[in-house]
């Protein structure tokens, strides 16, 4: 049996992260509830203090089914902690500009066009590798200091 999942980021403001994995990513901001117009009315109508409206935020593919919850791929969900990031992440997603069918030279020209267009919304490249046979890719950490990297 496949399970359905959803990758869980620890972060200082879950809105603002939330927000860059939209962009990096073409997803989209989580809708709100069914039978609420925005987060801040569904906020409102559950009692929640709004010193509490950004303590998680979601990212969805833009086929996402708000009914299910369930989309093709999985949600990001972002969950503010009081802790900063102290270490290496154990786990990172790879933006892969390209599948095994698209020429080595096409993708990697992707991929360095999107780890600058990633830098202008606050991504901070950290360094490229090459491990020829392996791949490329750079190597990036996203606003709040998460690895990623762009192949």
């Known amino acids: 049996m496949v399970y359905d999942f959803q990758v869980v980021f620890d972060c200082a403001d879950p809105e603002r992260l939330a927000r860059f994995w939209v962009q990096a990513l ?6 709100p509830p069914p039978g609420f117009d925005s987060w801040e009315a569904a906020l409102t109508a559950r009692k929640v203090p709004e010193s509490e409206w950004n303590s998680m935020a979601a990212a969805v593919p833009p086929d996402f089914d708000p009914a299910t919850g369930v989309g093709p791929r999985p949600r990001l969900l972002f969950v503010r902690v009081p802790e900063g990031k102290a270490a290496k992440n154990r786990l990172h997603l790879d933006i892969r500009m390209g599948d095994r069918g698209t020429p080595h030279d096409e993708r990697w020209a992707k991929a360095v066009a999107r780890a600058a267009e990633l830098e202008k919304l606050g991504a901070t490249r950290l360094r490229e590798m090459d491990e020829g ?11 709040e200091g998460n690895e990623f990297c762009v192949t």
């Open 26 to 31: 073409g997803y989209v901001e989580e809708p």
């Open 133 to 143: 046979i392996q791949g490329r890719w750079i190597v990036m950490q996203d606003p």
